[in-house]
């Protein structure tokens, strides 16, 4: 059964009239930040707890978590309905930048760092990451990297 839940309140429930939403998508793609839009309507007791960049969505199949992210735009419609796009909870390293740097050490140092980094400047807790099990590995076993840019978090994911 799908839920979803926006600051941590109940938004839809399939057997709750009130909680309802209409016209949901949901765009997963990996290595991607994601989407998921939905159309809500005044009658939801979330309704009026909708805030652009600061509400936070989460989709969930019985107790797994398919989607977590912000609330990007909420446009309000002829019926006063609102269409809500959300974006997954990768775009929060959008929101960060990386000071210039020199980095040496394995792949699972370097990622902690960035992380680390983005967590220092996030003033948002529920924005921020932990690292957990890093299995990627260099078959050198170590990793040189610099940047001398102020380049967003998100696209350190990408760089070699």
């Known amino acids: 059964?799908?839920?979803?839940?926006?600051?941590?309140?109940?938004?839809y429930h399939p057997n709750i009239k009130e909680r309802s939403v209409e016209k949901t998508k949901l765009e997963l793609e990996v290595n991607k930040t994601g989407a998921f839009k939905f159309q809500v309507r005044n009658i939801n007791p979330c309704y009026p707890y909708i805030y652009k960049m600061k509400?936070?969505?989460k989709?969930?199949?019985?107790?797994?978590?398919?989607f977590r992210g912000r609330v990007l735009?909420?446009?309000?419609?002829?019926?006063?309905?609102?269409q809500v796009t959300c974006e997954?909870?990768?775009?929060?390293?959008?929101?960060?930048r990386q000071r210039p740097y020199?980095?040496?050490?394995?792949?699972?140092?370097?990622f902690a760092f960035v992380v680390e980094n983005h967590n220092a400047k996030c003033k948002d807790e529920n924005k921020k990451f932990k690292v957990g099990r890093v299995t990627v590995t260099d078959p050198n076993g170590y990793i040189t990297r610099s940047d001398s840019t102020y380049m967003n978090t998100y696209k350190y994911?990408?760089?070699k």
Request: hydrophobic share 40%; net charge negative; proline share 0%.
């Open 55 to 57: 509400s936070i969505v």
């Open 88 to 96: 997954g909870e990768l775009a929060f390293l959008l929101d960060t």
């Open 1 to 11: 059964m799908y839920t979803v839940y926006l600051d941590g309140e109940l938004l």
């Open 59 to 66: 989709v969930m199949d019985d107790n797994h978590r398919l």
């Open 102 to 110: 020199d980095f040496q050490g394995d792949v699972d140092e370097y």
């Open 157 to 159: 994911k990408l760089r």
């Open 73 to 82: 735009n909420a446009k309000r419609g002829f019926f006063n309905e609102l």
